[in-house]
């Protein structure tokens, strides 16, 4: 229902620019200034109202559950895998409501899991959250960090394994 408007509204706009054609055309064969005004007038109220449509639609689709539950799985990736409601709702200035929705949404299927952190809830969207990979001695169990350039361990000599935690 939140649609017809906009819809209206650009269907309204091809009148308008119709016939501010027509009186362009009208205007460019005489000398009349009362119809290249008219002409002019009709033209911007056709511009306004389907310019208006357009973008109504267009946040109406940006605004879809299946639009922004796709948004937050996106938004989620470059927060580090997490998402709140509040970041959500300033992402895509959009009610309280319709965010917890989608996030809840998200959870029932599976997607992603809801942590209750400090008195607010945090969404951990599955599979992006990221993964810490160290460098580990099989051997002596020496934990060393990724950015050593060590391949193998400085107290035993093994070979270092990468292990993902």
Known sequence: M????????????????TLGLVFLIAAGTGSST???LTGLVSLAIGTLLLVAGIRRLRRLADIS?????????ELARRLGGEI??????????????????VLDGLVAEGTARREEREQRAVYVVSGLAPSLARKTCPYCGTELPMRSDLRKCPNCGGQLEITKT
């Open 34 to 36: 009362s119809r290249l």
């Open 65 to 73: 559950p299946d639009a922004l539950k796709t948004g937050a799985v």
């Open 84 to 101: 709140t409601v509040a970041q959500l709702r300033a992402e895509y200035r959009i009610p309280q409501e319709l965010a917890e929705t």
């Open 2 to 17: 939140k649609r017809l408007p906009a819809i209206l509204a650009a269907l309204a706009s091809i009148p308008f620019l």
